[in-house]
Structure formats: structure tokens, C-alpha cells
């Protein structure tokens, strides 16, 4: 059995007639009964009878179409995928990013993208850094978008990565704590504070900047979920902490409070699989990224 005997029955299921399907298929009429001829030999069973002048399908035939039109289906899929990867003007580009840049970041990226490539499609989720890299890892996602607070970069030898982006980091106070008067401080001025951190490399990376302030901040509360969505925490006067400040930063009963020290910030990190098969759709997409970090002297 092949493709060409699977499109040869179906046209013939749809015409009902040997001599109408053949024009079409622009082959022989002996050419075509014979190709289903060996196709009913091979499966044992009679695909068609006759109807008067023309034939119809038998009982075996119906049942046989069904899996025959979703087989055709399927490879012309296929076919159509395989062409719409090596066309960098179309296909699907699948990417991964943190919350905390998939709101702002991501979104403005992918529009300004999509005014160059219009035809081009995005598959996007938000996930942990820890996920996005295993997405990577494994294949799932062309590329990935997360900061170095959590993602053990210079050791992953599965993922390449640049820097692209990056972001200051702030304190974030209840709005009734003493520093919420102000609009700037200074690490060393929060020796006493107490810390809600939002993950335990968050924590260590964190920590490592009030090093060189000679302390280790007190930690409180550790939330396992890497989401700047727990601000509520801080509002709630369970402690204060220092976050990364994007648009989506929630002001809503914290106070967020510029640092002095110039060293206090993260950077946002694009990824893919170092030895993987990347489509031409999301290496335009990868360039394009480039270019424009490039352009704007990251």
C-alpha cells in the first residue's frame, strides 16, 4: 500500500467513476484499476461494486475511507508543517516566559514582530524558569524568555542564551512601615528589616547583593511560588522585599522604593535548545530580537 493508491481510492469514492476519477487524477483508466486492484488484493476485500454505469463503494470500502481521507489528512498536514518550518514568513513559533515579562514584555515584542511577519502564529505560555529551561531542554519550546536570578546559566550545557533585557530591582514596603515616607534607601539601611522572598534562588541571589553590605537580610517567609502576584504578602505587613519593577508590579497597599546602590538589578535572558532544529519562523523571530536589543544599546 502507498500514498498513491490511498488518493487514487478516494477520488474514486468521490467520483464514483473509473473513467471521471482518472481525468482527474490525470492517469490511465488501466493505470488506475490496476493500482486498485493490487490495493483490494492486498487488503483482501472488494473496495467497490457496481451501481448501473457507474460503481459505488461496498461495506468494506466505507469503513476503509474513513481511515484513508484521516491518513491523506494527516501527511498533508505534515507536508504543510515541514514547508511552513523552512519558510521563515509563516509557521508557529513556540515560546515560554516568566509572569513577571510575560505581561508587558512578551506582548510588545511579539506585536511589533507581527508587523514585519503578519502570517507568522505564536503557541505562549508563562512558566517557571525551571520549566522553561526542561521546555527548552526537551524540545517543547523554540525559545524561552527568564533572568538569571533563576536559572543556573553558565552550567546548562543543553541551552544556549543572551542577555536582552534589563531591569532594575526596588523595595517593596508596606504602605504603612516607616520607609514608605520615602522614595529612596539604601541596602544598608535594611539591616534590621524582616524578608518575604518569592523562591529559594530569588532568596540566594537576593542575598547576595546585601553581602557586600556585611549582613544577611532575615527571612521570614518564602512562598513557593515564583509570582510576583504574592505583593500581598508584603501588604499584609508580613515583611518587606526587593522585586524586580515592571508594569505589572501591583502598587496596591505596598510602596515601591527606587535603591541607590547601582548594581541592583536582573536581566532577562532569551533561550533555546543549543543543538536543536530551529524553524526558519522562529530564527527570523530570534534575529529580529537581536536586532532590536542592538538598536536599543542594551
Not at 7 to 27: G, H, Q, R
Not at 98 to 104: A, D, R, S, V
Request: aromatic share 10%.
Amino acid at each position: 500500500m502507498n500514498w498513491q493508491q490511498l488518493e487514487y481510492f478516494k477520488k474514486i469514492a468521490e467520483t464514483e467513476n473509473f473513467t471521471e476519477a482518472a481525468n482527474l487524477l490525470s492517469v490511465t483508466q488501466p493505470a488506475l484499476s490496476k493500482a486498485i486492484s493490487k490495493l483490494e488484493e492486498e487488503l483482501e476485500v472488494s473496495l467497490f461494486e457496481k451501481n448501473g454505469r457507474n460503481i459505488r463503494l461496498t461495506r468494506y470500502g466505507s469503513m476503509f475511507l474513513k481511515h484513508a481521507e484521516t491518513a491523506i489528512s494527516e501527511i498533508n498536514e505534515g507536508i504543510q508543517e515541514l514547508k511552513d518550518m523552512v519558510n521563515p514568513t509563516t509557521g508557529t513559533i513556540s515560546i515560554a516566559s516568566l509572569y513577571t515579562i510575560g505581561t508587558h514584555f512578551i506582548p510588545t515584542i511579539i506585536s511589533e514582530f507581527l508587523n514585519e511577519c503578519p502570517n507568522i502564529k505564536f503557541e505562549y505560555c508563562m512558566e517557571s524558569t525551571v520549566n522553561i529551561l526542561k521546555g527548552l531542554e526537551n524540545g517543547n519550546f523554540d525559545l524561552g524568555f527568564y533572568d538569571e536570578i533563576e536559572a543556573n546559566i553558565t552550567n546548562n550545557k543543553e541551552v544556549e542564551s543572551i542577555p536582552i533585557k534589563r531591569e532594575e530591582l526596588v523595595l517593596i514596603v508596606p504602605k504603612n512601615h516607616y520607609l514608605a515616607k520615602n522614595t529612596e534607601i539604601s541596602l544598608e539601611d535594611l539591616k534590621d528589616e524582616n524578608f518575604v522572598f518569592y523562591s529559594e534562588r530569588t532568596k540566594s541571589k537576593i542575598c547576595s547583593l546585601f553581602e557586600n553590605c556585611g549582613f544577611i537580610p532575615k527571612v521570614i517567609m518564602k512562598p513557593s511560588q515564583n509570582s510576583l502576584i504574592g505583593t500581598g504578602f508584603v501588604s499584609a505587613g508580613l515583611g518587606i522585599s526587593v522585586v524586580p519593577n515592571t508594569p505589572n508590579l501591583k502598587a496596591d497597599g505596598v510602596a515601591i522604593l527606587k535603591i541607590k546602590e547601582n548594581h541592583c538589578y536582573r536581566t532577562i535572558h532569551m533561550g533555546w535548545r543549543r543543538k536543536g532544529n530551529m524553524s526558519s519562523s522562529a530564527e527570523k523571530f530570534k534575529e529580529f530580537i537581536i536586532e532590536e536589543i542592538s538598536r536599543l544599546k542594551f
